[in-house]
């Protein structure tokens, strides 16, 4: 079981708890969603919202999603494995469709630009220069633009060869 655990403007606390099954689920408090799925051979696990991302290491992780109803939403993969067998070869972005005017700018740790584009089409394949990057950590900005309102989302990819 899972306690989600909501702070408001008032900085009053609500409590509500979810079930945790293999399909996921969503649950939605105060206008804001939460959403988590059981991953498959996944390295990594992550709850993010605007003030906080945490990532622990599991097998078979729980990804969790917070995600202001107000918002844009994405749902950028944080795990690339350009390996060749067709799981997580290019890093996906779900929904990003949905932004046809959309921005993606990947990061090294030092901070230099590895990869830009406008308009993502779920095709990154973790290379740079056309040869593949080392194994790491590397961190992103997608911008997203729609009806002349745009909204951006921060985080983290994690590239395992």
Not at 98 to 116: L, V, W
């Amino acid at each position: 079981m899972l306690t989600l655990l909501t702070v408001g403007a008032s900085y009053g606390q609500g409590i509500s708890a979810e079930v945790i099954n293999a399909a996921g689920n969503s649950h939605t408090q105060n206008n804001i969603t939460y959403e988590w799925s059981v991953g498959e051979m996944t390295v990594v696990e992550t709850m993010e919202n605007s003030r906080l991302s945490l990532t622990n290491g599991f097998l078979q992780p729980v990804v969790i999603g917070f995600f202001n109803n107000n918002v844009y939403k994405v749902f950028p993969i944080n795990i690339l494995t350009p390996n060749g067998d067709g799981i997580n070869d290019t890093w996906v972005i779900k929904d990003i469709e949905k932004y046809p005017d959309n921005e993606i700018t990947i990061f090294d740790r030092s901070g230099r630009t590895i990869h830009h584009v406008i308009n993502y089409q779920n095709d990154w394949m973790g290379y740079l220069k056309g040869k593949p990057l080392e194994e790491g950590t590397y961190y992103y900005i997608i911008k997203l633009r729609k009806n002349n309102k745009a909204d951006h989302i921060k985080g983290f990819i994690t590239i395992v060869n």
